[in-house]
């Protein structure tokens, strides 16, 4: 069994900045990409950035150079750096990962981290 479970979230003013963490664990052989996703009331759940293993990113148009997605291999961790936050970013924020859990698995499997609320509001 895996799973993923995100910190780093809440309320922050226009302009200022979070930093969101996704840690995997459990049956674990391999990570291919990570990435979050975000999904604001009344909308469908939208890519917001993702990395693969090999440390190469892919962001969302309305990120415009704001957020930064990292990760660190060893620690099974992905982190979203979100700055210059505009109110328009409140949603909740979803981790994502492609888990192959072992190595005789003949495809990766699609986790999802529980949400976590980012409020971007004066």
């Known amino acids: 069994q895996v799973q993923l479970v995100e910190s780093g979230g809440g309320l922050v003013q226009p302009g200022g900045s979070l930093r969101l963490s996704c840690a995997a664990s459990?049956?674990?052989?391999?990570?291919?990409?990570m990435g979050w996703y975000r999904q604001a009331p009344g909308k469908q759940r939208e890519l917001v950035a993702v990395?693969?293993?090999?440390?190469?990113?892919h962001y969302a148009d309305f990120v415009q150079g704001r957020f930064t997605i990292s990760r660190d291999n060893a620690k099974n961790t992905v982190w979203l750096q979100m700055n210059s936050l505009k109110p328009e970013d409140t949603a909740v924020y979803y981790c994502?990962?492609?888990?192959?859990?072992?190595?005789?698995?003949?495809?990766?499997?699609?986790?999802w981290g529980q949400g976590t609320q980012v409020t971007v509001s004066s």
């Open positions: 459990g049956s674990i052989f391999s990570i291919n990409d």
């Open positions: 994502n990962a492609e888990i192959r859990e072992h190595f005789w698995s003949s495809r990766d499997v699609d986790y």
């Open positions: 990395i693969t293993s090999g440390g190469g990113t």
